[in-house]
């Protein structure tokens, strides 16, 4: 029967995360310790408010289906909060509530997105854009980063050498994940003007917008010529520590948006009801509790960071938004004699628990490259246990001899 799956089904991709995650319960079905790094899910507790207001809904029989676009309050209140914190003039009808940000990627390359045409996407970047780019029948191409003093940023030259009259879209992840990259005023005004030369439609995942630790983060939609042509991915995942509610909105001009709602009355009719009266009361009064969330990241942040730089062979950026931290390990693994980043990754969990991924698990690494990366997630692990990982990480990345014994043991 095998036969009978579709042939597109041979170009959907996945997240390789979560075969860390996989191989990380193994580990810790044996007893073991695991200090989870690996996924960005988040261990803080979603605001009561947003818990009370949720329930009040399902009280009160609001259980429904409700309008496919979403409920208007909630909408209206968003367009307001967008607006405000991206500098953009936005109504109800520039919103369009999802069950997630992630849903906001399928949407756009089914809307906007012609079988042929190709995409630019961040390499590292979140591996659902190639899986949507290629699943649709588009042409993906990964455009990479450089380091810089300020940590990672956009190679604007190489982004523009790959610009051919195919190129019709440019997805954006500014507060970057996995890399926490972050493009400045001046960068961000260069990119918006190579968008509007190239007539490219933008997708830009603001995932991270709200996670940021220092400074006023700001929309690539806010820059001229850029409002009527980019689709912002927003989520109350992160911000309001909602990742299992399933709630996020695509936003943009109204003529997107249109197309958005065709598609969501074609797939979950609405998003749920009641959630999104608690994601209402998170917009309208959780300041107070938002800058708690980002205060736990902070210093998760910081530590992580702290005793990552004090490894040997381990040099870190700590990076002004995300949670997400992005070390450069080539001479810890050099000193440890690995040239296999997966097996590094292998080897630090076997011997101490400390799980995370590695640069692998966000694209095919490309030819330019030189360095090897892994990523650590501080959402999900207490400072605790980053203290106590972190250390144990560093024991073990320090002693060659423990790595030989682990190769042999393995052979
Ligand atoms: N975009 C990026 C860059 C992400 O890292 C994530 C989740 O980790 C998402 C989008 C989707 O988030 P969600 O579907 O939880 O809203």
Request: with cysteine.
């Amino acid at each position: 029967m095998e036969s009978r799956i579709a042939e597109r089904m041979s170009r959907l991709g996945t997240e390789t995360a979560f075969s860390v995650s996989l191989e990380a319960r193994e580990f810790a079905a044996k007893g073991n310790k695991i200090y989870p790094f690996h996924l960005g899910d988040m261990n803080i507790r979603t605001p009561q408010k947003i818990i009370n207001a949720a329930k009040k809904a399902m009280d009160e029989g609001k259980t429904g289906y409700c309008p496919c676009a979403g409920i208007p309050e909630l909408r209206e209140a968003l367009a307001r909060e967008i607006g405000r914190s991206r500098g953009l003039k936005l109504a109800k009808d520039n919103v369009s509530i999802q069950p997630g940000g992630k849903p906001v990627i399928m949407k756009f390359m089914l809307a906007f997105m012609n079988p042929g045409e190709e995409v630019l996407y961040p390499n590292p970047g979140y591996p659902i854009y190639e899986s949507q780019i290629k699943f649709h029948g588009g042409v993906a191409k990964p455009y990479g980063f450089r380091m810089s003093a300020r940590g990672f940023s956009l190679d604007l030259g190489q982004i523009e050498r790959l610009i051919t009259p195919f190129t019709k879209i440019f997805i954006f992840n500014n507060y970057h994940n996995p890399m926490g990259a972050e493009s400045d005023a001046s960068e961000m005004a260069k990119l918006a003007k190579l968008c509007v030369k190239h007539d490219l439609l933008v997708l830009s995942d603001e995932a991270y917008f709200d996670i940021t630790y220092a400074g006023k983060p700001k929309s690539i939609a806010s820059y001229p010529g850029m409002a009527g042509r980019t689709l912002i991915l927003y989520t109350f995942s992160k911000k309001f520590a909602m990742t299992g509610w399933r709630l996020g909105a695509a936003i943009g001009p109204e003529w997107m948006m249109e197309q958005i709602n065709r598609l969501n009355v074609n797939d979950e009719s609405c998003s749920n009801h009641f959630i999104q009266w608690g994601a209402l009361a998170g917009l309208r009064s959780t300041k107070k509790e938002t800058k708690q969330i980002i205060d736990t990241l902070r210093k998760r942040r910081d530590l992580a960071c702290k005793l990552l730089n004090g490894i040997k062979g381990v040099k870190v950026f700590k990076p002004n938004s995300t949670f997400y931290i992005f070390p450069d390990v080539t001479d810890a693994m050099r000193n440890l004699g690995f040239d296999d980043v997966e097996e590094f990754r292998r080897f630090i969990l076997e011997t101490t628990g400390v799980s995370f991924c590695t640069r692998r698990h966000f694209g095919t690494p490309l030819e330019s490259e030189e360095r090897e990366f892994i990523r650590l997630a501080y959402s999900g692990i207490d400072l605790k246990d980053i203290r106590e990982g972190l250390l144990k990480f560093k024991e073990a990345a320090e002693n060659p001899e423990a790595a030989e014994k682990w190769r042999k043991n393995r052979r």
